[in-house]
Nanobody, 123 residues
Framework: QVQLVESGGGAVQAGDSLRLSCAAS????????TTWFRQAPRKEREFVAA????????VHADSVKGRFSISRDSTKNVVYLQMNSLKPEDTAVYYC????????????????WGQGTQVTVGS
């Protein structure tokens, strides 16, 4: 079992930056990938970025490329999402998720989820 806890959300203005953290405990060594999703009010959950545990390979959604960056600190079992040049449309609850399953990170089943952290970007 793996437990995930997100932190770092908040309310900012357009153009500001935030860094989200996802701390894993339990058996994080079993994980293949850790991924950030987000869900805005009345919208479907959306893939944001993913990073593999073994090699640190990353994938970012087109909507955040060049502004957001996912990274990890393997010694602390923490995955970060650095969000720069934030826009009002980035407003959402951001969830950290993790999976033991190898495959396409946007479609594999995620077994572990955090509670979510709210990001609100004012115009």
């Amino acid at each position: 079992q793996v437990q995930l806890v997100e932190s770092g959300g908040g309310a900012v203005q357009a153009g500001d930056s935030l860094r989200l953290s996802c701390a894993a405990s339990g058996r994080p060594s079993s994980l293949y990938v850790t991924t950030w999703f987000r869900q805005a009010p009345r919208k479907e959950r959306e893939f944001v970025a993913a990073i593999t545990r073994a090699f640190g390979s990353t994938v970012h959604a087109d909507s955040v490329k060049g502004r957001f960056s996912i990274s990890r600190d393997s010694t602390k079992n923490v995955v970060y999402l650095q969000m720069n040049s934030l826009k009002p449309e980035d407003t959402a609850v951001y969830y950290c998720a993790a999976s033991d399953t190898r495959g396409r990170v946007t479609t594999i089943k995620y077994d572990y989820w955090g509670q979510g952290t709210q990001v609100t970007v004012g115009s």
